[in-house]
């Protein structure tokens, strides 16, 4: 069951992965408001109204509560909280469920069915999930399904998020998050915060830190003056763009280390070249907690310097004595303050079988396995606990002013802000300009046609795009990719966060379309 | 999900099955006299359209065969072009993923090895053999040459009895083959390639149904010559050479074994097929030529053929091949266990057996055993089988024979070995035991029958009927100095027997055991090269001119087969089953021939096999 | 898959020497555990192995034919011989075929090819003495098809063995490129041609991966020789599939990528690892030097490094003096490595002294 995600553009060789379990007769569910690729080989297509995961997941459940589909054994030896989550699920019985997500019903009760019946079932979701004010509701409730159907801890299983940039699970990993440390080891925890003080020798800060969709607010509203960007481009990637370049304009100091010149380190007050992946040793962590090797393959010609040296550089200079290290060494030393890690180094990676096939995390003995498939007999809190998820509708619903719902996300021939992809000749010729997808219907009672050029604006700003006309989107939706500078959807977008992870609500907000 | 069609993959499929079977017909009507070898490169070059272009010998490798191979037919080969071909049709045979490819390359290897004589014809002397031509079809592939188009002609301008005459110029039997014969000549007519071959045995028939050969006067003989030509065999080979020396001046004398002539078709081919009265015809007419004398109950022995050769100038001897072979399997010398030979024999003699209530195992698969099967209906036996090792479409009997005798109620026990024959105390016949078998390896063209690891079977039989086959009596000859092969008299093409000036052989016993017609034709040429031998070129007078052609009419026509009695009234006696066409039907039959012998070939030089 | 421990191994012999192997196994697997190596062409592990080279034809004793050693399962008691004169000779003539079809004779010979010497038919042609092709080749050149921006299609350098159409069927599953023109004309109908916008091609290169020959190519093939250049496995900084691969490096530059097998992406690659992972690495706007905002024209001019960093701790220093360590914020780019985002982490922690440190994988 694919939720929110096109693997096919997104993640293309998951996407090939994909196509080659359907044709080898893996049953496919597409859970997505738009018609994409691997829609045509779906058993199912649920083409929900943007945002109600939640309401689909929980009709899901009904369904299956009701038609006696519960894995009971799993429920009763390896989970909690189930008849808490009854109760919830309970409140929306499959037509209910279906109206609030605009499907058939009966595709609904076909989805739970056929994801229960199955002997194993995978749910792969992507960012369609987590980038919306209900995003964590959102994850909780398919994590509730699988608990539920016992789809959990065996090979084909699962709830698999499809991370959206290639080292989102390793910096999720590293600690770089205001709450946890490495390893995910909570800040809050005295204990961990007595380990990593004894280790790096100071103190680490006891109050726990701002979220990065946290930080340029408060940096507006002036309780954060200094900001150190690294590789980021808030002002093309952030929602909100205005607000962006207001709270970068706030700030006191602003250093940025990047690739490139790039709309953020215009703001900058200093700017700190930094090197590539192909000019560095180190490690990514896949979305499978696939930790593989980074080699150097080249030293670009120019003053440019290794992060970790800057970083070190700067740490001495304010005051922190930090040793130069290798990447290996650094792999070394977080290994040692990290238990999931604790067993790998450069050393073991760079030697086979981990040369081929990496190491998948929690590995945490230097001569014991990895781990391919987590949660095996035991969750790794322990018993699984399903949540409370009543359906929220997002933070921003069309109306009159602003009829159309806009969705944005990614195309195959373009990645992020195109900082990597936007310097390769060729890939212009393929996706080289911004669009909105409108649906014919709407596109004939506006009187645009395919290819129109239409001024697509928000309560936040206005862009100016060509218009695709089709069906690959519903009536009173529409979808923008999210790659451009010309165009920039995030011109658009809201800032509606999710509460708990503090996730923009990129995937809805409401904007109006006139011809240009 | 792709949409399922209940259409071909291929929209073309069922359109190419129509297309196909109207090229099987082109490739099934092969004219006589091509080149083998440029059937070989259209047998290529069609392997070559039928690669699927996976595999890199079937794909390249084919085409460039027959590039090779195209350099051979147009004769511009040297002999290291042969041993391209050669080497490249083993890479292709050995490495070829699947019987497109590898069957193409061992069809080559194999036409190569055939057709080497054709293939040094075209390196050395740039053109093919001498025998290569074209001709007209039917009357090639006739062994005696008839003029088929002239008779069919004849017969649809309503002159039966030109017809009969026109035969018989090159053939004295007409209705004999008009009843049995097994008509080569329709294997490659043209017409086939419209619809299917003409029906010509059936105008023949028709032909001597309503002009009675006897009653067809027949051309005066040859003013005499005073020689003297002994046959031996009365038989269709031996009169037929009675017929033709006797005409051309020569006194003829026929030693006959049996009281009566006609040899196999009497005495092998029982009166349902062929009625003792319609032989007569033939036989009254042959004899009606004068200068031959008939000397019945002759058995030739080593002696008295030595004193042949002294005493004519000539001898030809068509003995046929009229012993049964047997099976050496227990208790094959039982009462009740009969050979084939003897009981037809018999019959044709005129003693009819009585099989009444009797249940009556046939073993063999060939002709004479279904002729000894439906006989034994007719006889009233109670139940008739045939055994026979192989399966029903390997038997040797014509097809058609053998449907008339499974719709007349024989019933075919396929692929069961003859094992050993069950006696009683008395020493008759019981039942024939039987070992089952499986269809196995093709050897010589058949699949060679393969004994089953099962218990044997017990067919109840009160006659053992044994049709395995016939031999030759040649030991009295083979004595006297004439050579035999495989117990088969030796002669060469023209029928002269080595080292024995003035003795000719012909017919089954120089063949084995064939058709009629092939021993008609053999009968003819030993006529024909006696008379040169005795220092003659007689040619033979004949005044029947052809009709001249109607253009053809190219519409697609059905065949007009000839009919017969219903099953279950014909079964009860041994009048003869066929019925012959209707006026209607011989007209229409007539008008499909295309007549070849003057459009295309038939009217270029060389183009017709025909004596004067 | 096979995954029943207790199926019996098999043994056959291969040239004298006696192989156990798993069944299901082929020939050619085994032979290699018995260190024998059979030459292939068209065959390309996982896959294409539909056999149309015939180059691994082996002799099996008993077999009327030959077999192919790299589709057919071993039996036991198989007797097979790889290095017979006649499996030579064949292997050879194979080649010598091929090579006739290859267009030797109407193509621009191997020294114009982009794959010259890493040509997997010239190799073997080399290896097993096939100079000439099998028969004279007509001089007829067909056009090349290159509108694609990475991907070009040579048909006169085709063999028609058909591993792209496997990378397309099988690596892909994207079931675009295939065959054309059946039988003996047999051409692959490769979607680069003018009309390629209009096609379902991802422009993913596996086909290119696949190609033995030259005749599908990433354009910028043409622009190095393999001799030239040297290999570093590395990840793609894409997406989060994280696929392996080699860079190729040509004089400190990057010139190409090659998929590597494993779990991961198993030689598979889309078209932003294959195409645009490495451009940017080198682009001419890439920045140097470090730059600091001139106090005086508020323009950020280029500065040496410690003049950079020294304006950072004044700054950041500055603000950590004036409001507290709180009133400090970093983010860390979640495309940066382990390492980068460990220490980054370290530095606003120990040096700032805050935990506001976060990563852009909300965004």
Redesign the interface.
Known sequence: MLVGSNPEEAHPVLGMQVRAAVERGCRLIVVDPREIGLSKRADVQLRVRPGTNVALANGMLNVILRDGLVNKEFVDERTEGFEQMRAVAEQYPPEKAAAICNIPERDLVAAAHLYAQADRAAILYCLGVAEHSTGTDGVMSLSNLAMATGHLGRRGCGVNPIRGQNNVQGACDMGGSPDVLPGYQKVANPDVRAKFSAAWGVDIPEKPGMKSTEVLPAAIRGDIHGLFIFGEDPVRTDPDTAEVEQALEALDFLVVDELFLTDTAKFADVVLPGRSYAEKEGTFTNTERRVQRVRRAVTAEGDMRLDTDIFTDVMNRMGYPQPRLTSAQLMDEMASLTPSYGGMSHTRLDAQPAFEHGLQWPCPKADGPDTPVMHVGKFARGLGLFAETPYRPSGELPDEEYPFVMMTGRILYQYNARAMTGRTHGLDEMGGESFIEVNTQDAERLGIADGERVRVSSRRGQVEVAARVSRRTNPGETWMPLHYREGNCNVLTSDFLDPVAKVPEYKVCAVKIEKA | ?AMLSVAPKSPDDERLGAFVDDFRRRVDSTPLGVCPLVVTLTALETA??????????C??????LV?LMRTLVDCDADASVVDEMR??SQ?V?????CAIG?HAADQLLAALDAFSAEVESHLERHACTAGIGQTVPCETGCPAHVNVPGYIALVAAGDNAGAVAMVRKDNPFPTACGLVCEHPCEAKCRRRLIDDAINIRGIKKYATDQAPADHVPVPRRSPDTGCRIAVVGGGPAGMTCAYFASLMGHRVTVFERRSKLGGMMRYGIPAYRFPRERLDEDLRAILSVGGIEVKYGAEIGTEEFEALRRDYDAVFVAIGAHTGRTLSIDNIDADGVIPAVQLLGDIGDGAEPDMTGKRVVVIGGGNVAMDCSRTALRAGAREVSIVYRRRQEDMTALQSEVLSAVAEGVEMVTLEAPAAIEVDDAGHCTALLTQPQMTGPIRNGRPSPVALDVPQHRIPADLILVAVGQDIVSGPFNAAGMPTNRNRFVADDALRVPDMPGVYAGGDCQTGPKTVIKAIGAGKVAARNIDEYLGYHHTLPFDIAVPAPHPNDRTPVGRVNIAERPARERRCDFAGVEIGMSAQEARQECARCLRCDVYGIGSAEGGRVQYE | MSNSPKKKLVTLTIDGFQVTARPGMTVKAAAAKAGITIPTLCFLRGVSAIGSCRVCSVELEGHDGFITACNTPVADGMVIHTDTERVRTYRRNLLRIILADHGLDSTAYCFSCAKNGACQLQALCNAYGATEPAWRVEQERKPILESNPFLAYDPNLCIRCQRCVGACNTQARNHTLHTAKRGMRTTIEAPFGPDWKATTCESCGCCAAACPTGAIVEKRRRTYRSWETRRVRTTCPHCAVGCQYDLVVRNNRIVDVDAAPGQTNDRRLCVKGRSASFDFVDAPDRLRTPLVRNPTTHELEPASWDEALDAVAEGLGRVKREYGPDALAGFACSRSTNEDIYLFEKMVRCAFGTNNVDNCARI
């Open positions: 999900m070559a359209g039928q690669t699927c272009g996976k595999c890199v010998p794909r390249d490798g084919i085409p460039h590039e080497e490249l890479l045979r050995d490495t070829s993923d590898y």
